[in-house]
Structure formats: structure tokens, C-alpha cells
């Protein structure tokens, strides 16, 4: 080790945190503004238990699908009603807590709030507050290796979001129509990126060659993979559009523009 490092930290004995000039602390920023924007609009909307179903055109709202409360209107609960209707437990509770689980554990998002939320580090090159640095080798941080679990739920809850959206257009089209749709193509585009289900599309053999459907396959996802980061905030934005835009509708703020019925 040279004479120009800690021993005990490993780190360049210099008494500046960095010496990036550039404005390395924006993206973090940013990315703090953003997801603390998110999660209070989400937070809001999942407690509020209202203007979640739209009966006429049958929209329901992401972040209530499936509503499973035996307070959900009956016709917006496809799966059946079990769950007390008390006002602390959101309709969707069967479902949001692995969908937050998939998105915590996500590697992208990982790297994002490490950095904006713990400044673990912030930055490349800058150095963390922090003493002691022990990655994700213990509780509770070892936990998110179950990311490939919460993939599955994901993915059975991207169908379930594509059964709503589907079950939509029996009553016609409209903007409402069209703006789940783009959302369920995003959350798919988002889900099928990630880099779990690269690795199980594309793991565990040694010949690609033998196994030319699961290259191919492995291929689109991992062209899919290069944009994930992309994909997390797009999705982060069709949600909170689609819920807001059901909203809107619910309440009677606006009438949903029909195309067709
Ligand atoms: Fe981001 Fe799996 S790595 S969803």
C-alpha cells in the first residue's frame, strides 16, 4: 500500500471529500426530489381509498389492482374481496408490498437511493460520510438478494395490471383505454429489463448455441437490460399518470375522451 493511504480505511490520505470539480451532487439530488415525490403522491393515493375505479368504462387504478378489500367497490374486485376495510390497510394490500420490495431491491434503484437517500457513497470519486462500509453483507441490507423472488410477484402482478387494462376495453375505447395500455407495456418493458430475469433467461447453461430460443430471448432482454434505468423512472411516471388520470375521472374533475363506445 503506498504512503499516500490510510492502511486502515484504504482510502487516499487527502482532507478534501473529492476533487471533482464537475456538479457530481446533481444526480443524486435529483434523485431524491424524485422518488421523495413519488413515494409521498403513492403513500397518498394507496390510503386514500377513493376515485380508484372508473364503473362506466371499468378503469381501475394500478395501485388498487387487485382490489381484494370487502371495501373496494364489487364490480372493481376481480379476485374477490377478503381483506378488512379498515383504514389503515390499503385495497391493494395483497400486492404493494411485493411491488415495493421489487423496486427496493431493484439493482438501478439500489444504486440510486444509496446514493441520494445514505450518500453511501454519493458519488463516484466522492468520498461517504460514513466510518465503516459493509456493502450488503448483513441484515437488513442481505436481504436484497431475494430480488429474483420478488421478480416473480412482479411479473404475476404485470399480468394481473394487463387483465385490468384488457377487461377495460370491453366497454369501448378512450384516452383512459390508451393511457393503461401504456402503462402495462411499460411496466412489462420495465419487468422483463430486469436483471434477474436476464440472468434466468440467459443462465445456467454453457452452450449458447444448444440453446438458440433462450439466446434469442436473452438478447432482447438484454438490449431491454441496457435501458433499465430508463424504464425505472418511465414507469415511475405512467403510474402516477395512469392513477392520477383515473382519479380525475372518479372524482368528475374531467370526462374521459371516448374514441369508440
Ligand atoms: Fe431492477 Fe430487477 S434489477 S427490477
Given at each position: 500500500m503506498s504512503s499516500t493511504t490510510d492502511a486502515s480505511t484504504?482510502?487516499?490520505?487527502?482532507?478534501?471529500?473529492?476533487?471533482?470539480?464537475?456538479?457530481?451532487w446533481l444526480p443524486p439530488l435529483l434523485n431524491f426530489a424524485g422518488l421523495t415525490a413519488w413515494v409521498v403522491y403513492a403513500t397518498v393515493r394507496a390510503f386514500q381509498q377513493d376515485n380508484y375505479w372508473v364503473g362506466e368504462y371499468e378503469y381501475l387504478t394500478p395501485f388498487y389492482s387487485p382490489c381484494?378489500?370487502?371495501?373496494?367497490?364489487?364490480?372493481?374486485a376481480h379476485f374477490g374481496q377478503f381483506l378488512p376495510d379498515v383504514w389503515w390497510l390499503p385495497y391493494?394490500?395483497?400486492?404493494?408490498?411485493?411491488?415495493?420490495?421489487?423496486?427496493?431491491?431493484?439493482?438501478?434503484?439500489?444504486?440510486?437511493?444509496?446514493?441520494?437517500?445514505?450518500?453511501?457513497?454519493?458519488?463516484?470519486?466522492?468520498?461517504?460520510?460514513?466510518?465503516?462500509?459493509?456493502?450488503?453483507?448483513?441484515?437488513?441490507?442481505?436481504?436484497?438478494?431475494?430480488?429474483?423472488?420478488?421478480?416473480?410477484?412482479?411479473?404475476?402482478?404485470?399480468?394481473i395490471n394487463t387483465y385490468d387494462m384488457v377487461l377495460s376495453f370491453t366497454t369501448g375505447i378512450g384516452l383512459g383505454n390508451i393511457i393503461l395500455l401504456v402503462n402495462v407495456v411499460a411496466l412489462w418493458a420495465y419487468t422483463i429489463s430486469c436483471h434477474s430475469c436476464r440472468s434466468i433467461v440467459g443462465g445456467r447453461i454453457n452452450n449458447f448455441s444448444k440453446h438458440p430460443m433462450r439466446y434469442k430471448s436473452w438478447q432482447f432482454v438484454s438490449r431491454l437490460?441496457?435501458?433499465?434505468?430508463?424504464?425505472?423512472?418511465?414507469?415511475?411516471?405512467t403510474l402516477a399518470f395512469t392513477d392520477f388520470y383515473i382519479m380525475a375521472v372518479a372524482a368528475g374533475w374531467i370526462s374521459d375522451l371516448r374514441i369508440v363506445g
Amino acid at each position: 500500500m503506498s504512503s499516500t493511504t490510510d492502511a486502515s480505511t484504504g482510502r487516499a490520505q487527502i482532507s478534501a471529500r473529492t476533487l471533482r470539480t464537475d456538479r457530481w451532487w446533481l444526480p443524486p439530488l435529483l434523485n431524491f426530489a424524485g422518488l421523495t415525490a413519488w413515494v409521498v403522491y403513492a403513500t397518498v393515493r394507496a390510503f386514500q381509498q377513493d376515485n380508484y375505479w372508473v364503473g362506466e368504462y371499468e378503469y381501475l387504478t394500478p395501485f388498487y389492482s387487485p382490489c381484494v378489500s370487502v371495501g373496494c367497490v364489487p364490480e372493481s374486485a376481480h379476485f374477490g374481496q377478503f381483506l378488512p376495510d379498515v383504514w389503515w390497510l390499503p385495497y391493494a394490500s395483497l400486492t404493494l408490498p411485493f411491488l415495493l420490495l421489487f423496486r427496493l431491491t431493484c439493482y438501478y434503484y439500489r444504486k440510486a437511493y444509496y446514493r441520494a437517500f445514505w450518500l453511501s457513497p454519493p458519488a463516484c470519486a466522492v468520498a461517504e460520510p460514513h466510518k465503516k462500509y459493509t456493502g450488503e453483507t448483513r441484515f437488513p441490507l442481505l436481504g436484497q438478494n431475494l430480488h429474483r423472488y420478488f421478480f416473480y410477484a412482479a411479473a404475476i402482478i404485470s399480468v394481473i395490471n394487463t387483465y385490468d387494462m384488457v377487461l377495460s376495453f370491453t366497454t369501448g375505447i378512450g384516452l383512459g383505454n390508451i393511457i393503461l395500455l401504456v402503462n402495462v407495456v411499460a411496466l412489462w418493458a420495465y419487468t422483463i429489463s430486469c436483471h434477474s430475469c436476464r440472468s434466468i433467461v440467459g443462465g445456467r447453461i454453457n452452450n449458447f448455441s444448444k440453446h438458440p430460443m433462450r439466446y434469442k430471448s436473452w438478447q432482447f432482454v438484454s438490449r431491454l437490460n441496457a435501458k433499465h434505468m430508463q424504464l425505472a423512472w418511465l414507469t415511475l411516471g405512467t403510474l402516477a399518470f395512469t392513477d392520477f388520470y383515473i382519479m380525475a375521472v372518479a372524482a368528475g374533475w374531467i370526462s374521459d375522451l371516448r374514441i369508440v363506445g
